[in-house]
């Protein structure tokens, strides 16, 4: 669907640079965190750019994602070796979860919503290798530690927020260039499966507003979609957009991790990445939280 009347390009503000690929961007305690892929790296970032690092991994590393549960313990996904970890009390990274008994192949992304369930997708082929295609699945580890394939035949899943009310989660489906939404059953369960907006280019990172609207990266754009496909705003960028997240103490502000993707072998070649901040409609809602 092309964009609509109220559409509109914005100028976006530097807040970081000097990344190689940020990704994964949460708020949390006041800061914005998210990961470096191609330095190993989890940083949180002020209001002033400052950033400091929270958590390490090995540089190959990639993809790797992360979010918190309700008591703030951080959680990772180690996208090449398909195991969940989280963050010791001494800082330490520790094992949580094998994924690999649903996929061997990359694990991609992570939401945990406010019952603690935690959602994690895989895409399923060597991607970063040059391996053919395959759809990949969503996995629940539920709060009882039972790790659990919900939903299957996804095109490249990607980002995925859940609604306020844990009823509703949607997830970016890059190959297909649509976002998807799944009703959330008592057990965690996801059923219902339906086209929640039909876009012209590949979604990646989203994050969900208050307004019910989503903002997903695409291509070397952020969009702000309502359910349906309506674009209810367009921000251009130089670079590809790699993820979004809403955040900000004062004012609802848009995080937008972006860089220039030359393709897997030279993805960590050189730092494009940046953070851009922009402002927002309406502040975050749902989870990431």
């Known amino acids: ?14 807040l970081l640079e000097g990344l190689v ?9 006041g800061r914005l965190w998210c990961s470096n892929w191609g330095a190993g790296e989890i940083l949180a970032v002020d209001a002033d750019g400052c950033s400091e690092v929270m958590a390490e991994l090995a540089v190959s590393t990639v993809p790797f994602c992360f979010d918190f549960d309700s008591e703030g313990t951080l959680l990772v996904v180690d996208g090449p070796q398909a195991r969940l970890l989280e963050r010791a009390p001494g800082g330490a990274l520790e094992a949580r979860a094998d994924l ?12 945990v919503d406010g019952r603690d369930n935690v959602y994690l997708n895989s895409i399923c082929f060597d991607m970063m290798g040059g391996g053919e295609f395959r759809p990949g699945i969503i996995a629940l580890l539920g709060a009882d530690g039972e790790l659990r394939q919900v939903a299957d035949d996804l095109a490249f899943p990607n980002g995925m927020v859940v609604t306020p009310d844990n009823r509703t989660l949607i997830v970016s489906e890059s190959y297909a260039a649509r976002l ?5 059953e008592s057990d965690g369960s996801l059923s219902g499966r339906r086209v929640w907006a039909q876009l012209e280019d590949p979604p990646d990172g989203i994050s969900l507003d208050e307004h019910g609207a989503v903002w997903a990266g695409a291509m070397n754009r952020c969009l702000r979609v309502a359910e349906g496909g309506e674009i209810l705003q367009a921000i ?9 997240m809403l955040g900000g103490d004062a004012e609802p502000t848009l995080f937008v991790m972006a860089a220039e993707w030359n393709g897997p072998d030279g993805m960590t070649a050189q730092r494009t990445g940046r953070i851009v901040t922009v402002p927002a409609p309406a502040p975050r809602a749902g989870f990431p939280g």
């Not at 690929?21 to 305690?29: L, N």
């Not at 008994?101 to 694990?107: E, M």
């Not at 998807?180 to 959330?184: E, H, L, V």
């Not at 251009?236 to 979004?244: G, H, N, P, Y």
């Open 1 to 14: 669907m092309p964009p609509s009347a109220s559409a509109a390009t914005e100028d976006a503000d530097v």
């Open 21 to 29: 690929i940020g990704e994964s961007p949460r708020w949390h305690e």
């Open 100 to 111: 690999g008994s649903l996929s061997r192949h990359p694990w991609n992304e992570i939401v």
């Open 180 to 184: 998807t939404a799944f009703d959330i």
């Open 236 to 244: 251009t960028l130089d670079r590809s957009c790699f993820a979004c």
